[in-house]
């Protein structure tokens, strides 16, 4: 069984051509070469989305939080947020908005005539992983008749998922910028993968969240990803919400980061343009 399970968006369950894949190392949802790089090799992207892993029965476990941009639908499951976008405005998604003490993957921007009516912020969380899936994916490619380093392919290395961590890091880093939001009146959205949110519910205090609620700021949205006949698709599962209060009793930990709304607008404004449209390919 293959333990990597999508390797530059492709389904390894596909018929495709690895060579030519390898080669150009793209991924299909940045539309550019895989950030992800080895260290001891820059210039080679690793190019694993998604992998197989657990006891019993493994489960599609996704590792890139790239792999969440899948036909953009994460901002479109993000447009009722926007409370004070009208017909008209255009829609865009600008990249790593800073924020007191770090910054927000992605805005989905509402603007007219380029200047910020309603924003959502996102925030994409995904598995983090101990040892190096970098043997498995060698594997996989020899399957396929590529020729790889047989010392790498044959090596005992393995990998395992980082739970623990990932969801405290998650949560504290959402505990952070949850009061930015709430203090600006806006929303900031979590997007997760089902099994790490399940995961985060049995590991901390989670009864409390209520079913989605357009009045709270700080939304939950866990992706199902289910496999087809040759690929793998995210679904929307059940939306949660709740407020800094919500969160803080997750963790116990208090922050007061406040910034300006007009700080963020300004932002915003200076990188919207044609090429952050929200567009439908």
Not at 2 to 17: C, F, G, M, R, W
Not at 164 to 188: C, D, P, W
Request: aromatic fraction near 8%.
């Amino acid at each position: 069984m293959n333990k990597v399970l999508e390797l530059y968006t492709i389904s390894t369950h596909a018929q495709a051509d690895w060579n030519t894949l390898v080669t150009r190392q793209q991924c299909a949802y940045l539309d550019r070469k895989c950030l992800k790089t080895r260290k001891s090799a820059p210039d080679v992207s690793i190019g694993t989305c998604t992998v197989n892993y657990g006891r019993g029965e493994p489960k599609p476990l996704i590792i890139c939080p790239f792999r969440l941009l899948e036909r953009r639908q994460v901002f479109m499951d993000c447009l009722h947020l926007l409370t004070l976008h009208e017909p008209g405005n255009e829609l865009h998604i600008v990249q790593e908005v800073p924020i007191p003490g770090g910054s927000v993957d992605y805005f989905l921007v509402s603007a007219k005539a380029r200047q910020v009516k309603d924003f959502v912020g996102l925030e994409l969380q995904t598995l983090d992983t101990t040892g190096t899936v970098w043997p498995e994916r060698q594997r996989f490619l020899q399957e396929q008749g590529l020729e790889v380093d047989t010392n790498i392919s044959n090596s005992a290395k393995s990998f395992g998922m980082n739970w623990k961590i990932t969801a405290k890091t998650t949560l504290m880093q959402l505990h952070h910028e949850a009061q930015t939001f709430e203090h600006l009146n806006k929303h900031l959205v979590l997007v997760i993968q089902d099994h790490l949110l399940n995961y985060m519910r049995r590991a901390f205090r989670f009864e409390h969240l209520n079913q989605a609620r357009l009045g709270d700021p700080i939304h939950i949205h866990p992706y199902t990803l289910s496999p087809t006949e040759s690929e793998f698709r995210l679904s929307l599962g059940s939306r949660f919400s709740t407020d800094v209060a919500g969160i803080a009793e997750c963790l116990g930990l208090q922050a007061n980061p406040k910034i300006e709304l007009r700080e963020i607008t300004r932002f915003l404004e200076s990188k919207i343009s044609d090429t952050t449209l929200l567009t439908v390919k």
